[in-house]
């Protein structure tokens, strides 16, 4: 092996490491839209989500923020770049391999709530750890819908239930398999602000009590101030980033980023 290739190597090996520091990890991530007029929605985004850490991702309308969440969690394929699940690199996975690792290692909260209206709490709950092939955990169970105030709501169907209540239904499915990581885009996008912010707190929870990584995009500052930081993005590229956020110093900050 000549000097270039150990360079490589050496250089290689070390990435690797450091992506499995993190929980997830983009490196030069691009993503465009169409072909006459293409839209660059992101333009080579380096980011990394700690393990355990809640992480909002907040910017304009148009900044890229769903695109990205979108390829962290390999619902999306980026044109350029690589994302990193701990130290597994998404890109060299087939379709088959990537609804797998989904099943298993990610959870999904979206501003919709996408209830099966035909099933009980219980059920929609642990739909997905069924579909997974996982076994039953009734003590998780227990903990994790006591936790989100749904215990006495199990036999329950999401037509009686509020919209806040439907949504810590979702919460809760995408806690109930112990994923690694939880992407969460808008989730309190359809709610008053005391339901909201009941989601918040759950989502914020699975983060500081339950290990999970939690990355949602939201555009609104106050959601963003649950969260252990915010990172900002503009026209598809990393604007900055904000540590112990809190809605004024969230405000000000994309204040900021949209009159610059």
């Known amino acids: 092996m000549g000097e270039r290739e150990r360079e490589r190597a050496a250089a290689a090996r070390d990435e690797v490491a450091e992506a499995d520091q993190a929980a997830v990890r983009a490196v030069g991530l691009t993503r465009s839209y169409g072909r006459a007029a293409p839209v660059r929605a992101l333009r080579g985004v380096d980011a990394e989500f700690a393990r355990g850490g809640f992480t909002a991702v907040m910017g304009p309308s148009g900044s890229g923020k769903s695109t990205l969440l979108h390829c962290l969690a390999g619902l999306e394929r980026p044109d350029g770049g690589r994302v990193f699940l701990g130290g597994r690199e998404l890109g060299g996975l087939s379709e088959r391999e990537l609804t797998r690792l989904r099943a298993r290692a990610l959870g999904f909260v979206f501003q ?149």
């Open 112 to 260: 919709e709530f996408h209830l099966l209206p035909s099933l009980d709490v219980q059920e929609n709950i642990t739909l997905g750890r069924r579909l997974a092939g996982l076994p039953p955990d009734p003590a998780w169970l227990d903990d994790l819908t006591a936790s989100l105030g749904l215990a006495g709501r199990l036999r329950h169907r999401p037509g009686e239930l509020s919209g806040g209540q439907r949504q810590r239904v979702a919460v809760a499915r995408a806690l109930a398999h112990r994923p690694d990581v939880v992407f969460a885009d808008e989730p309190t996008g359809n709610l008053d602000s005391r339901s909201g912010a009941g989601v918040l707190g759950a989502l914020r929870d699975a983060a500081a009590e339950h290990g999970r990584t939690v990355v949602m995009v939201t555009h609104d500052p106050v959601a963003a101030a649950f969260a252990d930081r915010v990172l900002l993005l503009r026209d598809g590229r990393v604007a900055g980033e904000l540590a112990d956020p809190t809605p004024d110093t969230v405000l000000a900050r994309i204040v900021r980023l949209e009159s610059s």
